[in-house]
């Protein structure tokens, strides 16, 4: 574990917990108000959670979200039950999860220890669990659960994966690929000095970079943030294997930023509703993270719309308004990459910052992309030769790769230990 958290700030946390039920309950106490009880300053939790100072309150709330998953036992004082009614105290709040035996926090929770039976310093509390505090703000803590009609305070009290991972294990989360979150982090062990590409889709992609890297004195310090829509949206479109998902990857590398690559085919559901729930789950965790969003085949969510004729029809039509919505509020970097620009609808089409055509290699391109590809220890007296010879085939930098492979396969099965321009000769006509 971090140590973050400390054994001392678990025994605060037990002062702070003791102390508000003894006063609640006019118990004999060492203090007579939790504000009496010394507050152990943490400058470095404070800089993880990107503010510069906590309150009493605040703190109580995250070490009191925290405690289920670094001191659980710490909070077993709320199992007990109210003599009178023979049940658990209301006013303890909590809830029961899945599999954990102990008690786990609800904002009632919160509101006991830090308000008792004061009315007006509850609504206090809750104002800690609105969208205006740094709690949501940051992605740090939250109340999740209530069910329709249920009071705000019953919501489960819960920490960010994203929170949690700082504190428990100093470092950055990143969320599994599955079911719960149908996207995958993508990257590359190649540079941005290896990318082959045209001048325009160059110029096109330094353009992203100078947003990413200026945006908040675009949008703040020049007062644009009132006429123009925050983040940044961009297709890529062109022939298969040109090199759109490798400048995705690359974008995200050279800027420090995540990529995630967002499976459709687990997105896209039958049942309606379910898409828009499935599309729901990667926008939240993408919030407030910096990460790049990269839909690849995007036309088969962000296809043409229908008529509306029938149900099957408004059901799709609602899912392209929901990701409409949905990308447009989303504040940081979304890359949708298709093969034909002419699939996707031009309701989105006009929502582009940019669009991106990555064209076939041209002679010279190819000519790089063999050179960087090919192992110099398998070339010597026939590597111009082969060069010529590659150069000539007008295919993508994918297809190149692939046949690299096929060559690295026979030389290997073959215990060759030079490419001869015989070998290549023969492996690029038989795949071309």
């Not at 939790?34 to 510069?52: A, C, F, R, S």
């Not at 297709?235 to 490798?246: A, C, D, E, I, S």
């Not at 990529?259 to 990667?282: H, P």
């Not at 010597?380 to 007008?394: F, P, T």
Request: aromatic content about 12%.
């Amino acid at each position: 574990m971090s140590q973050m958290i400390t054994i001392r700030y678990i025994e605060w946390f037990h002062k702070i917990l003791e102390t508000a039920i003894a006063l609640y309950f006019k118990n004999e106490s060492a203090y007579a108000r939790l504000e009496d009880i010394e507050y152990p300053v943490n400058p470095q939790l404070n800089k993880m959670m990107g503010i510069d100072h906590m309150t009493l309150d605040e703190f109580v709330v995250v070490m009191l979200a925290l405690m289920p998953h670094i001191s659980p036992q710490s909070l077993d004082i709320f199992f007990s039950s109210n003599s009178n009614t023979g049940r658990p105290y209301t006013e303890f709040g909590g809830w029961k999860g899945m599999s954990h035996g102990g008690f786990l926090p609800t904002g009632e929770t919160a509101a006991f220890i830090l308000a008792g039976d004061n009315v007006e310093k509850r609504g206090d509390v809750m104002s800690l669990f609105t969208e205006d505090h740094w709690f949501y703000k940051n992605n740090i803590l939250g109340l999740e659960g209530a069910g329709r009609g249920e009071p705000f305070l019953s919501g489960q009290l819960k920490v960010s994966d994203e929170f949690l991972s700082k504190v428990l294990f100093d470092r950055e989360f990143k969320p599994t690929y599955g079911s719960g979150f149908p996207a995958k982090l993508i990257e590359t062990e190649l540079n941005w000095e290896d990318l082959v590409v045209d001048y325009k889709v160059e110029e096109a992609l330094e353009d992203i970079n100078t947003w990413i890297a200026g945006h908040h004195t675009i949008m703040e310090e020049w007062g644009l943030k009132k006429y123009l829509k925050k983040g940044y949206r961009t297709l890529f479109y062109g022939p298969p294997g040109t090199g759109k998902t490798l400048a995705a990857t690359l974008l995200g590398k050279r800027n420090n930023m995540d990529v995630y690559r967002v499976d459709l085919s687990m997105i896209v559901s039958k049942y309606i509703g379910e898409t828009e729930k499935n599309l729901a789950k990667v926008f939240d965790l993408a919030e407030s993270r910096n990460w790049i969003l990269f839909f690849d085949e995007a036309d088969a969510l962000f296809g043409k719309r229908t008529s509306g004729n029938t149900s099957n029809d408004r059901h799709a039509n609602q899912e392209v308004a929901f990701l409409l919505q949905r990308m447009e509020d989303y504040d940081g970097i979304i890359i949708l990459a298709t093969n034909l620009k002419s699939n996707i609808d031009e309701a989105f089409a006009r929502r582009f910052q940019s669009m991106v055509y990555f064209p076939i290699p041209d002679e010279q391109q190819r000519k790089k992309l063999w050179d960087n590809m090919l192992p110099d220890n398998w070339l010597d007296a026939d590597k111009e030769e082969i060069l010529s010879l590659a150069v000539q085939n007008e295919i993508s930098g994918g297809n190149i790769a692939n046949l690299i492979r096929k060559c690295a396969i026979h030389l290997y099965s073959t215990n060759n230990k030079k490419l001869t321009k015989e070998i290549f000769h023969r492996i690029i006509n038989e795949r071309l």
